[in-house]
């Protein structure tokens, strides 16, 4: 009697939270079947291919749930909290990715406040260019895919960040300003991963990030610029170079076709943006990787779903490399194609293929050539709640 009391008890006090606070639990699970076929092909001319095939969780959607709540202060003001976890729907563990270590809501952990002044954000939160969460003005307006098909992308994308404060203006006369900034990027990350001494801000690795979008009709753009303040082991730092990357894209929706394009600049990068990280990288480059990027891509509905095609090329190079080393450079090409179909307003099903190709030489010989092949295909269904 006593545990039931106690139980009603509960129930009561969260029912009423949940009525002044409007509190929501929602989420994504995604299941798809992934093929990828991969070729690496070496300068002593050998090379190395393997296929996989298997049942994978967040194919097409990272599998999520949270809970997120607003509270009404009245006078216009508001306040809000959302916390988001990310798990592996094929197996039942938290996600595999690096960055959700030790985090029980690894995706997002934040508290808003909204007033008729825009909106200020507060903690864990994906970046800029993250192509994910709440702040997602560069990829979203960009990108066909927001963000690249699985592993065909080819371009710089930043992450979710600790310590995070983030500003969105209300919208005037079409346009909006997002402002952020990480006093450090990952709170786990130890002193020898040129992260700063515990709770040393001064020398930690930060995040800052601005974009301005515009909406107008059909059409929409962004202008984005991120910068990276790299953090020291206590002797040196990460890099000579802070990494600095500019985005300007958009998209236009004719009716029967949404047509989208971005490029980009980068310099200060620990490495290039391509499926083999290591391919071109900060090793005895002390001012990191330097390139540019650019994508093509469209949305067309057709059969009662939607096609999506897109194309992307970067071209990249290590910059500031030491006396006595030589010089690497590298681009690459990816093209991918993906159709979705609504069962109802939370399912959905969709397939999807694509190819991507990079490659690596010595600046001024022909030596030292490496290339890199991928093939993906995939099939999969997405449910929301």
């Not at 927001?146 to 994308?157: A, I, K, P, S």
Request: charged fraction near 20%; glycine fraction near 14%; proline fraction near 1%.
């Amino acid at each position: 009697m006593k545990k039931t009391l106690a139980a009603l008890a509960v129930l009561g006090a969260f029912a009423g939270s949940a009525a002044a606070a409007d509190v929501t639990l929602y989420g994504v699970v995604d299941y798809g079947f992934l093929y990828n076929y991969t070729d690496n092909q070496k300068a002593d001319g050998t090379s190395t291919d393997d296929n996989t095939f298997g049942l994978q969780s967040g194919v097409d959607s990272g599998s999520r749930w949270g809970i997120k709540g607003v509270e009404d202060l009245g006078n216009g003001l508001k306040v809000g909290f959302q916390l988001e976890s990310g798990f592996n729907a094929d197996d039942g563990t938290l996600s595999k990715y690096s960055e959700y270590q030790n985090r029980i809501f690894g995706r997002q952990a934040t508290l808003s406040v909204y007033s008729d002044f825009g909106t200020l954000t507060f903690g864990r939160m994906d970046a800029l260019s993250s192509a994910a969460g709440t702040y997602d003005v560069v990829y979203s307006i960009g990108d066909a895919f927001d963000g690249g098909d699985n592993d065909v992308f080819g371009l710089y994308g930043a992450s979710r960040y600790d310590n995070t404060v983030a500003y969105q203006s209300p919208k005037f006369a079409g346009l909006q300003v997002t402002a952020m900034y990480s006093f450090k990027q990952d709170s786990n990350a130890k002193v020898d991963d040129f992260s700063g001494d515990e709770g040393d801000f001064s020398s930690s690795k930060r995040y800052a990030g601005v974009a301005l979008t515009g909406e107008y009709g059909p059409a929409q753009f962004v202008a984005a610029y991120e910068l990276t303040k790299y953090g020291s082991d206590g002797t040196k730092r990460e890099l000579d170079k802070d990494a600095n990357v500019f985005f300007l894209g958009g998209n236009y929706d004719f009716g029967v076709a949404k047509v989208f394009a971005m490029g980009q600049y980068f310099n200060g990068l620990t490495t290039a943006p391509t499926l083999d990280d290591t391919l071109v990288s900060a090793t005895d480059a002390t001012d990191g990787v330097k390139g540019f990027g650019f994508h093509v891509g469209t949305q067309v509905p057709a059969a009662g779903g939607l096609i999506t095609v897109g194309g992307y090329y970067s071209n990249f190079e290590q910059d500031g490399v030491v006396a006595g080393k030589e010089k690497h450079e590298g681009d690459y090409y990816g093209l991918a194609a993906r159709y979705e179909y609504d069962l109802s307003k939370r399912t959905m099903l969709y397939a999807g293929a694509g190819y991507g190709v990079e490659s690596r030489d010595k600046v001024g010989t022909e030596k030292d050539d490496t290339e890199n092949q991928l093939v993906q295909a995939y099939v999969g269904l997405t449910h929301r709640f």
